[in-house]
């Protein structure tokens, strides 16, 4: 029997997910652990290590951001036989922000029905190979998980307003990283504007009856909200001093210098193309969908609501932009959740494609084509052969590979020597070093070289104490220069005793 063409275009839909979901897993998993560690995601685990080996960790509101990021990897540790500092690795810590990642593909298909199987696929194929999205998915940091909760919220306002669903996965944001609250602030943005747009057809009747209908889900959502966030931030509920802290950031939380960049920064960084490292880097065509995928809403061929809800999109992306624009304080992966909201936005001018005008659909195809050959093709390049290149956009002051030749080399001296001592460093701004050290038993951190530097086996200095150890350490020890950063040199000192004897082992 010959199949219909509703099960042909079933299948030919279902193979069009799979090859989605399979391109985003291949991008966001391929040579996970390759890329070194950044200094963020060495301090982050420091910070869950001591949690899990039960020396602090709470949160703590000058400087740190949501403990949810912890809270789901340590599991993955615990699972892998990982409970100490010395024993975690890359992919336990990057397995789960990379697995946010692919989940926040598949939110599309949370409103595919009241979209359409088309612009459910388009937004989630754009999501798919993102260089933003891909890149910081393979990092652990707190915004994977941010974006990923974020397009949940929306997707569950959608489809599931009631039983307090929406608050605790609102609650989950929060528990993530306190940005949330700018979310909030450009989504209630986003819906003023559609209540001024539709002012004349509100009365007091339509309110009664909205309140009537949807009065116990927002009630709900706003404690399931409140519960989940301090369920988070008090390790549930054993302390309690983590419910006031999750307050207390917006107050004195304290950002560190280096960071502000000018109001334009993100405009730059999405859409204005540049040539670096024989790659253009851009977003435009994406940029480009977007805005048709507004203009199109205004069309009568469009249901209302399908209309309304690609305009909130639009609305939301651009005061979520405006809002990161108008803080001085500037990360390429502060963009993660609003560059999100613009691929859904793109993907949307599918929304009632099979209605268009032929030569509508023949440029919709084709710029979607564009759009996913070059954010596939930016992909590769940001993650594989640039992902600690400095000329990578979005690889913000990325950590060289010469530490992690560092840190295997003492690891090979450590194995041959048996014990090499006390491991100095020395300087300020060392960060990722202490994670490739972690399996040393004594390792000494100070601001200023110690009394009898010369004393120490090895010595890891900082590029404001390199010329004054050099000239201590010059009878005693080898140096070897490495970079910590892009123009930030790092030496390391290796006391000849130990040089003759690596170099005469066989």
């Not at 991008?27 to 899990?52: C, I, N, Q, S, V």
């Not at 999750?246 to 004195?252: E, G, I, P, Q």
Request: with cysteine.
């Amino acid at each position: 029997m010959q199949p219909t063409r509703s099960s042909t275009q079933r299948a030919l839909l279902i193979l069009a997910w799979i090859g989605v979901v399979v391109t985003a897993a291949f991008l966001r998993f391929d040579e996970l652990t390759d890329r070194p560690m950044h200094a963020d995601e060495a301090t982050g685990a420091r910070l869950m290590a001591k949690r899990m080996e039960g020396q602090g960790g709470e949160f703590n509101p000058s400087h740190y951001h949501g403990p949810l990021l912890a809270d789901l990897t340590m599991p993955v540790c615990y699972l892998r036989g990982e409970s100490s500092w010395s024993e975690l690795s890359k992919f336990s810590l990057r397995v789960v922000t990379a697995t946010a990642g692919l989940l926040l593909v598949l939110v599309p298909l949370m409103w595919r029905r009241s979209l359409g199987d088309l612009g459910a696929l388009a937004a989630a194929s754009l999501l798919a190979v993102s260089p933003l999205l891909v890149y910081f998915s393979r990092m652990f940091i707190h915004e994977p998980l941010l974006t990923l909760f974020g397009a949940l919220f929306l997707g569950v306002c959608l489809r599931f307003p009631r039983w307090g669903i929406p608050g605790v996965v609102l609650g989950l944001m929060f528990a993530a990283k306190e940005t949330f609250a700018i979310s909030v602030l450009a989504w209630a943005a986003a819906l003023g504007i559609l209540l001024l747009q539709e002012r004349k057809r509100i009365t007091l009747e339509g309110l009664r009856l909205f309140l009537s209908r949807h009065g116990k889900g927002l009630a709900l959502s706003a404690g399931a909200a409140a519960f989940t966030a301090l369920l988070c931030y008090t390790h549930g509920f054993t302390h309690l001093k983590g419910a006031l802290d999750a307050v207390r950031t917006y107050f004195v939380y304290e950002t560190t210098e280096g960071h502000d960049k000018p109001w334009h920064e993100y405009l730059k960084l999405l859409a204005w193309p540049r040539q670096s490292a024989g790659i253009w880097w851009y977003g435009t065509p994406v940029v480009v969908l977007a805005v048709v995928s507004y203009a199109l809403s205004w069309s009568p061929r469009l249901q209302a609501g399908q209309s309304r809800w690609i305009q909130f999109l639009a609305h939301a992306a651009v005061f979520h932009l405006l809002i990161y624009s108008l803080i001085s304080y500037k990360t390429p992966w502060l963009m993660c959740l609003p560059w999100a909201l613009l691929c859904w936005l793109a993907g949307l001018a599918f929304v009632g494609f099979a209605r268009r005008a032929r030569w509508t659909q023949v440029s919709l195809v084709l710029l979607l084509a564009a759009c996913l050959w070059t954010q596939w093709k930016q992909s590769r390049f940001a993650t594989i052969r640039l992902h600690s290149d400095a000329r990578n956009p979005y690889a913000y002051v990325p950590t060289r590979s010469g530490v992690e030749k560092m840190g295997n080399w003492l690891q090979d001296l450590k194995e041959m020597d048996g014990h090499l001592g006390t491991v100095a460093v020395v300087g300020s701004s060392h960060w990722p070093v202490p994670w490739y050290l972690r399996k040393f038993d004594q390792v000494g951190y100070w601001l200023e070289p110690p009394p009898k530097v010369e004393s120490y086996p090895v010595v890891v200095s900082m590029h404001e104490h390199i010329e004054k150890l050099t000239e201590q350490l010059d009878e005693t020890h080898e140096p070897f220069t490495y970079g910590l950063r892009d123009g930030v040199p790092m030496r390391m000192f290796l006391s000849r005793e130990l040089w003759q004897q690596w170099i005469n082992t066989p």
